[in-house]
């Protein structure tokens, strides 16, 4: 007699063993399923008893024995039924618990079969054939794993579910893969009474016909609609299995060849679209930024403060008078008039002004007054300190209203302004954390004041900071 290579279902119906309602558990359990297998299974219990006769004595009562029905089992057979899925060359096809089978043996003695047209995957898979787009997902997905790995197809354990197992299956749909897909379960069969079992073939009973998206897309430039319409028709009327195969066999090489032209030009649109992504998206990033610092932020901010004038206004002024213009705290101020200016002054040569500086009249309109010295220098030095970002004047009226609108309105060079950061409450500016070419120099380390200077003074010269 034939093994039966099927998944099977169970129904089950539990009754009461006589008038005093216990209930008695009882369990069907299947090793070894064939053809002739399938039915109602009854499962009794004996019971003995004597005649309920009031009239006699218990010695003159019948006593009776019976087998009472305590369960009814029914083994159906599941057959197989083809399912239509249409899908596009390239993707990624993955699943970890569709395909269950109910076996309580170990799990090294289960294994999956995953066939295409009654092929092993891995003798028709043919290298990487994931579309571009379908590796870049699954690379940044899974942290730079690559796609090499496919197909896997693979056994595994299902939580609280002992006596079951699944599937894995992962691979990328490549042009040789269309037509009928089954799962088939290998598990080894012990014989009693025999030394040697064999191994059992059981077909899952999900068996898909997978077909391509015929119409036109944006990847798809001719239509094969109605190529696969006779074979769609087949399945979704749910013809027998062996004439959809007879159909598919005879359009599997235009189904192979059409695709693989497909996932040419897939490929082709994917890596295009991504390319450009990676260029247009930094740079068009890089030009919102900058318009929205300039007309939404500093530009309203300037308009409304004091009714200040635009960078354009301020730069209408006059050409450049002071080489060097330092905005500083008055906590700084030592700093800046005893080792700072003597030394650009003396060693540099160049013209400085800064905030404490004569050039600075009293009961003239502050703010005025530094919008027309920085803006007439040529190169500018912001002195940051824990003081610096408390006083109003410096952090909110030289550097966020005046020098900030200059480096993002590119009416000076990244090079022409230097931040120094003096101690350790200094900061940069929150708009500049991530902008690597705002220059900025640490003040407060291990290093001689000389060498800091002399920095400094290549600066001027070079617009570089970098301490060799």
């Known amino acids: 007699m034939s093994l039966f290579s099927t998944r099977y279902i169970t129904e089950d119906k539990e009754l009461y063993a006589d008038e005093s309602d216990t209930l008695i558990k009882s369990t069907l359990s299947v090793r070894l ?7 109602v299974y009854l499962c009794r219990k004996p019971i003995v008893y004597y005649e309920n006769d009031k009239t006699s004595k218990w010695k003159n009562k019948t006593l009776i024995k019976q087998n009472v029905v305590i369960s009814v089992f029914t083994l159906k057979e599941i057959h197989p039924k083809p399912t239509l899925l249409n899908l596009e060359v390239g993707n990624l096809i993955a699943t970890e618990y569709f395909f269950w089978y109910n076996t309580a043996q170990d799990i090294q003695e289960v294994s999956v079969e995953y066939t295409v047209n009654n092929k092993d995957i891995d003798l028709i898979f043919s290298g990487s054939t994931c579309s ?29 579910f002992t006596d079951s ?9 490549f042009p040789q893969a269309f037509g009928i897909h089954r799962i088939n379960f290998m598990r080894y069969v012990d014989i009693p009474g025999k030394r040697d079992g064999f191994y059992e073939n059981v077909q899952h009973p999900y068996v ?5 998206h015929s119409k036109l897309s944006f990847f798809r430039y001719f239509d094969d609609s109605m190529v696969y319409a006779e074979l769609e028709n087949l399945v979704q009327s749910a013809q027998p299995i062996e004439l959809i195969e007879m159909k598919v066999d005879a359009l599997i090489k235009l189904l192979s060849s059409n695709e693989e032209k497909v996932l040419f030009i897939a490929n082709c649109v994917q890596c295009v679209i991504i390319t450009c992504t990676v260029v247009i998206v930094p740079l068009l990033s890089k030009i919102l930024s900058k318009l929205y ?19 354009e206004q301020m730069l209408m002024i006059e050409g450049p008078v002071y080489d060097v213009f330092i905005s500083h705290s008055d906590e700084e101020r030592i700093f800046v008039t005893d080792q700072l200016v003597p030394f650009l002054e003396k060693y540099v040569g160049v013209n400085v002004c800064f905030s404490g500086s004569d050039e600075l009249k009293p009961g003239l309109q502050v703010i005025r007054q530094f919008i027309d010295h920085i ?4 190169k500018i030095i912001v002195v940051l300190s824990t003081d610096y970002h408390e006083d109003y004047h410096c952090e909110r009226l030289q550097l966020e209203l005046i020098i900030l609108p200059l480096f993002y309105e590119e009416k000076r060079k990244k090079t022409d302004i230097l931040f120094i950061l003096y101690n350790d409450g200094a900061r940069l500016p929150e708009i500049l954390r991530w902008n690597f070419e705002a220059q900025h120099l640490g003040w407060n380390n291990h290093l001689p004041d000389r060498l800091k200077l002399e920095t400094v003074r290549r600066w001027i010269t070079t617009g570089d900071v970098s301490i060799s």
């Open 33 to 39: 399923l064939r053809k002739s297998d399938f039915g």
């Open 132 to 160: 571009f787009g379908t590796r870049i997902l699954h690379w940044i997905k899974n942290k730079g794993a690559s796609t090499s790995v496919f197909p896997y197809i693979g056994i595994g354990g299902i939580p609280n």
């Open 165 to 173: 197992k699944r599937a894995i299956v992962y691979y990328c749909l």
């Open 208 to 212: 898909f016909v997978v077909l391509p």
């Open 293 to 311: 610092f300039a007309y939404i932020i500093f530009k309203p901010a300037r308009l409304l403060f004091f009714a200040l004038p635009s960078v």
């Open 375 to 378: 803006t007439k220098s040529c």
